[in-house]
C-alpha cells in the first residue's frame, strides 16, 4: 500500500469510527438496551488504536454515564482526557473513580499528579503521602512529592525524599537530574552540581540537566565548560528555547557574538512557533537585541529592542540597549530620545549604572568620536547624581 493510500485509510477508518460513535449515541438517547456501557467502552478501545482520542474521550464519557459505579471506566476515562492535556477533565474523573473506591492507588496518584500539575502543590501532597504509605518505594512518586515539598517551600522535607530516591534508585538519571536542580533551586552548589554531574555519566537525556549544569558553570565563571554544556543541551533538545538564550548570552559575552546571534534567533523563532507567552518572547528579543548588538549589528540590533519594547514598554536596560544600537548606527537624535526615555524612567541608581552608563562608556572607548556619545553621558551622569541624592534623602 502506498503512502497515500494508507493515510486515506487511516482518515476513513476514523471517520467510521466516528460513525460507529454516532449510531451509539442514537441508540442511547432512545433508551435501547443494546447501547451499553461495555458496547461505548470497546469503541474507546478501538478508536484510541486508530489515534482518534477525542472520540475514545466522549465514548468513555457515556460509559459512565451508563455505568457510573464502574471505576475503570473513569480511570480510563482520565487517563485519555490527561493525555490530550486537559488536565481538570482528568482530575474530575480520578475524583469519580476516588469517591467510589476512596482507597484505588491508580486514582489516589492520578488526582495528586493533576493537582501538582494545575499548581496545586498544597493540595497534592495530601493525596501524594497516601498513595506512598501503600507503596512506598515508587520512586516516580516520591520524586514528585519532593518536588511538591520544594514548591510549598519545605526544603528539608524535600531533600530526604529527594535522597530517598537516590538510595532506591541510584542508576537512574532522571533522579539525579531533578535531585540536582533542586539543590541548586536550594542554593546548595556543590551538592547540586555533583548530582548533574552524576546524571550526566549515567547517559541522562534531559536537556534541561545539560542547561542548569552550565548555568551553575557560568554563575562561577567555568565558561569553557559552561559552554560544553550548553551545546549539549540544545543538541539533546533543539526546541530548548532557554538553553539557546543562555548560550547566545555566554557566546556573545565570551566567544563568538555571530554565534551567539545564530543562537538568540532560533529562541525566538521556537517561542514564536510554540506561541508560548509574550514575556518569554520580549525576553528573547531581549537577548536577540543585545546579541546582535555585540556583533555589531546596530539596525538589526535596534529592530528586536524595538519589538521588545512593543511587548513590554517598560523593560529599561532594552530601552538602553535600543539607545546605544541607534547611536552607533548614527542616529543621534533617535538615540538621545530613547535614552531620555529610559532615564527619566529609571528609578534606581544603580540600573543606571549598570545598563545605561556602563555600556555606553565602552562604546565610547571602542569608538571615542561616537556622535553624541559624550553628552548623552554626561545626561545620564547627572540623572544618576540626582537618584543618588534621593536615595539618601530616604535614607
Same mark, same amino acid.
Do not use: C
Given at each position: 500500500m502506498s503512502d497515500e493510500q494508507a493515510g486515506g485509510s487511516g482518515v476513513l477508518g476514523g471517520i467510521a469510527t466516528y460513525g460507529e460513535f454516532v449510531k451509539l449515541s442514537a441508540k442511547y438517547r432512545a433508551g435501547e438496551s443494546n447501547a451499553g456501557a461495555e458496547e461505548f467502552y470497546d469503541l474507546a478501545r478501538r478508536a484510541y488504536e486508530a489515534s =482518534? $482520542?477525542?472520540?475514545?474521550?466522549?465514548?468513555?464519557?457515556?460509559?459512565?454515564?451508563?455505568?457510573?459505579?464502574r471505576v475503570d471506566?473513569?480511570?480510563?476515562?482520565?487517563?485519555?482526557? $490527561? &493525555? +490530550?492535556? +486537559?488536565?481538570?477533565?482528568?482530575?474530575?474523573?480520578?475524583e469519580q473513580a476516588l469517591g467510589i473506591d476512596p482507597e484505588n492507588l491508580e486514582a489516589l496518584l492520578g488526582v495528586a499528579v493533576t493537582l501538582h500539575e494545575e499548581g496545586l502543590e498544597s493540595d497534592s501532597i495530601y493525596y501524594y503521602l497516601r498513595y506512598l504509605s501503600e507503596r512506598p518505594d515508587d520512586v516516580g512518586a516520591i520524586v514528585s512529592l519532593a518536588g511538591a515539598f520544594q514548591s510549598t517551600g519545605q526544603n528539608a522535607e524535600a531533600e530526604e525524599l529527594f535522597q530517598r530516591a537516590v538510595d532506591l534508585d541510584p542508576q537512574n538519571p532522571e533522579v539525579h537530574g531533578l535531585y540536582g536542580r533542586a539543590l541548586l533551586a536550594m542554593g546548595k552548589d556543590e551538592d547540586g552540581l555533583g548530582q548533574l =554531574?552524576?546524571?550526566?555519566?549515567?547517559?541522562?537525556?534531559?536537556?534541561?540537566?545539560? +542547561?542548569?549544569l552550565g548555568s551553575a558553570l557560568n554563575a562561577e565563571g567555568e565558561l569553557d565548560e559552561a559552554r560544553v554544556h550548553y551545546e549539549r543541551a540544545v543538541e539533546v533538545d533543539p526546541r530548548n528555547a532557554a538553553a539557546h538564550m543562555e548560550l547566545a548570552s555566554l557566546l556573545s559575552h565570551a566567544f563568538s557574538a555571530d554565534i551567539g546571534v545564530e543562537h538568540a534567533e532560533q529562541a525566538v523563532a521556537i517561542i514564536r512557533e510554540? &506561541? =508560548?507567552? &509574550?514575556?518569554?518572547?520580549?525576553?528573547?528579543?531581549?537577548?536577540?537585541?543585545?546579541?546582535?548588538?555585540?556583533?555589531?549589528?546596530?539596525?538589526?540590533?535596534?529592530?528586536?529592542? =524595538?519589538?521588545?519594547?512593543?511587548?513590554?514598554?517598560?523593560?529599561?536596560a532594552v530601552r538602553f540597549n535600543l539607545g546605544l544600537a541607534l547611536l552607533r548606527d548614527g542616529k543621534v537624535e533617535e538615540a538621545r530620545a530613547e535614552y531620555e526615555t529610559a532615564a527619566d524612567d529609571v528609578e534606581d541608581a544603580w540600573d543606571l549604572k549598570f545598563y545605561g552608563m556602563n555600556d555606553l562608556k565602552a562604546a565610547l572607548e571602542a569608538d571615542p568620536g561616537l556622535a553624541g556619545g559624550e553628552e548623552i553621558l554626561a545626561t545620564l551622569r547627572q540623572r544618576y547624581e540626582e537618584l543618588k541624592l534621593r536615595r539618601g534623602s530616604r535614607s
Amino acid at each position: 500500500m502506498s503512502d497515500e493510500q494508507a493515510g486515506g485509510s487511516g482518515v476513513l477508518g476514523g471517520i467510521a469510527t466516528y460513525g460507529e460513535f454516532v449510531k451509539l449515541s442514537a441508540k442511547y438517547r432512545a433508551g435501547e438496551s443494546n447501547a451499553g456501557a461495555e458496547e461505548f467502552y470497546d469503541l474507546a478501545r478501538r478508536a484510541y488504536e486508530a489515534s =482518534r $482520542y477525542d472520540v475514545a474521550e466522549r465514548s468513555l464519557r457515556r460509559a459512565t454515564h451508563l455505568s457510573p459505579w464502574r471505576v475503570d471506566l473513569h480511570l480510563s476515562l482520565a487517563g485519555v482526557a $490527561y &493525555q +490530550r492535556g +486537559r488536565v481538570s477533565a482528568a482530575r474530575a474523573s480520578f475524583e469519580q473513580a476516588l469517591g467510589i473506591d476512596p482507597e484505588n492507588l491508580e486514582a489516589l496518584l492520578g488526582v495528586a499528579v493533576t493537582l501538582h500539575e494545575e499548581g496545586l502543590e498544597s493540595d497534592s501532597i495530601y493525596y501524594y503521602l497516601r498513595y506512598l504509605s501503600e507503596r512506598p518505594d515508587d520512586v516516580g512518586a516520591i520524586v514528585s512529592l519532593a518536588g511538591a515539598f520544594q514548591s510549598t517551600g519545605q526544603n528539608a522535607e524535600a531533600e530526604e525524599l529527594f535522597q530517598r530516591a537516590v538510595d532506591l534508585d541510584p542508576q537512574n538519571p532522571e533522579v539525579h537530574g531533578l535531585y540536582g536542580r533542586a539543590l541548586l533551586a536550594m542554593g546548595k552548589d556543590e551538592d547540586g552540581l555533583g548530582q548533574l =554531574r552524576a546524571a550526566i555519566e549515567l547517559g541522562s537525556a534531559d536537556s534541561e540537566v545539560y +542547561r542548569a549544569l552550565g548555568s551553575a558553570l557560568n554563575a562561577e565563571g567555568e565558561l569553557d565548560e559552561a559552554r560544553v554544556h550548553y551545546e549539549r543541551a540544545v543538541e539533546v533538545d533543539p526546541r530548548n528555547a532557554a538553553a539557546h538564550m543562555e548560550l547566545a548570552s555566554l557566546l556573545s559575552h565570551a566567544f563568538s557574538a555571530d554565534i551567539g546571534v545564530e543562537h538568540a534567533e532560533q529562541a525566538v523563532a521556537i517561542i514564536r512557533e510554540e &506561541q =508560548r507567552s &509574550q514575556d518569554e518572547l520580549a525576553t528573547a528579543l531581549w537577548e536577540l537585541g543585545w546579541a546582535r548588538y555585540v556583533a555589531g549589528r546596530w539596525s538589526e540590533s535596534a529592530e528586536a529592542s =524595538r519589538e521588545a519594547l512593543g511587548i513590554q514598554p517598560h523593560l529599561i536596560a532594552v530601552r538602553f540597549n535600543l539607545g546605544l544600537a541607534l547611536l552607533r548606527d548614527g542616529k543621534v537624535e533617535e538615540a538621545r530620545a530613547e535614552y531620555e526615555t529610559a532615564a527619566d524612567d529609571v528609578e534606581d541608581a544603580w540600573d543606571l549604572k549598570f545598563y545605561g552608563m556602563n555600556d555606553l562608556k565602552a562604546a565610547l572607548e571602542a569608538d571615542p568620536g561616537l556622535a553624541g556619545g559624550e553628552e548623552i553621558l554626561a545626561t545620564l551622569r547627572q540623572r544618576y547624581e540626582e537618584l543618588k541624592l534621593r536615595r539618601g534623602s530616604r535614607s
